[in-house]
C-alpha cells in the first residue's frame, strides 16, 4: 500500500511540474498582453495602469499555483502508521 501511495505521489508531483511548464508560457503571455493593453490605453488615463494590472495578474496567478500545489501535496501525504 505504500509503494502504491508513493507512486502517486510522484505521479502527482511530475503531473503539476510538466502542467506548471505550459501554465507559465501561457501566463507569461497573458501578462505581457495586458500590460500592453493598458499601458497604450490606460482607462484612468496613467501610463502605469498596464504594469499594475500584470502584477496583478501574475500574483494571482502564482497564489493560485501554489494552492494547486499545496493541495496536491495534502491530498496525497502518506500517513505512517
Not at 503571455?29 to 482607462?43: E, H, I, K, N, Q
Request: hydrophobic share 50%.
Amino acid at each position: 500500500m505504500n509503494k502504491i501511495s508513493d507512486q502517486i505521489s510522484v505521479g502527482a508531483k511530475a503531473f503539476l511540474t510538466t502542467e506548471y511548464k505550459y501554465l507559465a508560457v501561457f501566463v507569461t503571455c497573458v501578462a505581457v498582453m495586458l500590460f500592453v493593453l493598458y499601458f497604450l490605453d490606460p482607462p484612468s488615463g496613467h501610463r502605469m495602469d498596464g504594469l499594475r494590472y500584470s502584477l496583478c495578474f501574475l500574483g494571482g496567478a502564482s497564489l493560485s499555483a501554489s494552492a494547486g500545489w499545496r493541495g496536491m501535496a495534502t491530498a496525497t501525504v502518506r500517513f505512517i502508521c
